[in-house]
Nanobody
Framework: QVELVESGGGLVQPGGSLRLSCEASRNIFSRWTMGWYRQAPGKQRDLVATITSDGSTNYADSVKGRFTISRDNAKIVVFLQMNTLKPEDTSVYYC?????????WGEGTLVTVSS
């Protein structure tokens, strides 16, 4: 079992920035993919960005050029730098870890973009 601890959500004005982080509770010695998904009220959970253990990244079209996902090579920590935030980015953001065919989820962190 792996627990994911998220941090960094909050309230920000349009055009502002936030950084989310997600740390796994233990080291993982298989290839893994970690990423962020988001879910607004009444909507499905959608991919935001992912990064693999070898550094390959993938982004939703809606966040390309504004969000950057990165990882800490020393431990299983992933960051999501979110710039030029828009009101439509308001959602609960969930961290995901996929390893050996299993999915693990964090509890979610709320990001609110509003003036």
């Amino acid at each position: 079992q792996v627990e994911l601890v998220e941090s960094g959500g909050g309230l920000v004005q349009p055009g502002g920035s936030l950084r989310l982080s997600c740390e796994a509770s233990r080291n993982i010695f298989s290839r893994w993919t970690m990423g962020w998904y988001r879910q607004a009220p009444g909507k499905q959970r959608d991919l935001v960005a992912t990064i693999t253990s070898d550094g390959s990244t993938n982004y939703a079209d809606s966040v390309k050029g504004r969000f950057t996902i990165s990882r800490d090579n020393a431990k299983i920590v992933v960051f999501l730098q979110m710039n030029t935030l828009k009101p439509e980015d308001t959602s609960v953001y969930y961290c995901n870890l996929r390893v050996v065919g299993r999915d693990f989820w964090g509890e979610g962190t709320l990001v609110t973009v509003s003036s």
